[in-house]
């Protein structure tokens, strides 16, 4: 019997994401793919992933193509730019004098990514002791192709509320104890989480899972340590550097 995918579903999930010109692989679920593609991420959790269809815990184009597709099958899907991370944006363009990075001792070259008061960019062109950087997303304009496994369904509680936690807090499954009785759920973490990410979380299962009508946590106490103020305003991947001239405003595993 043949079974596809709907809204509300939790699907267990592989991918492997690539930008279509010029080709090459941005993202991936497999750790040996990302080996071979120079893209692995220590901090990244490889393997199998478990979402629930429309919250868009992946790229919602991705989120939203695998409604009605069929379980246990091999996928391919291709996103137009509206549809991935956007078309470029020229608003998103800023003129930055290249002394403000010079005198932190940062040289400004093109293809230097950037971080200007949290605000990630890539420095597109130098000239005349300006700096051109580009806030927009790096794969913005750019066509995507995914391939996808759909490995099954979930269909336990408890493996939807280990779905949606590990993703949602980006740990592993063996940093969770979860006992659900009578519709409650205790969720035990073995490490200190913030209160604003649990309160997300509870959001996010309340919404997903109708069965679930109450949910509790119980987490270590956060370390306490001394506040630090941070002055950095602008950085590089390779420097740090700092500056309080300009505030431009930008906003992602998978």
Known sequence: MTTTIKKGDFVEIEYT???NNPKFVFDTTHQEIARKENIYNENTLYGPISVCIGENQILKGLDDSLENLEVGKEHEITLQPERAFGKKDGKLLRLIPSNVF???R???IPGLQVNIDGALGTIRNVTGGRTIVDFNHPFAGKAVTYKVKINRLLTSDTEKL???LTLGLNLKKDAFAIEIKEGKAHVTIKRAVSKELLDEQDDRIKKCMST??????TVPPAEKNEEKHSHADVTSDTEGVHDHEH???HEHRH
Do not use: H, S
């Open 212 to 217: 679930i009508k109450d949910i509790t946590f």
């Open 17 to 19: 994401g690539q930008i």
């Open 102 to 104: 010079l005198k932190q």
């Open 162 to 164: 280990y779905a949606l």
């Open 106 to 108: 940062v040289r400004p």
């Open 247 to 249: 505030e431009p405003d």
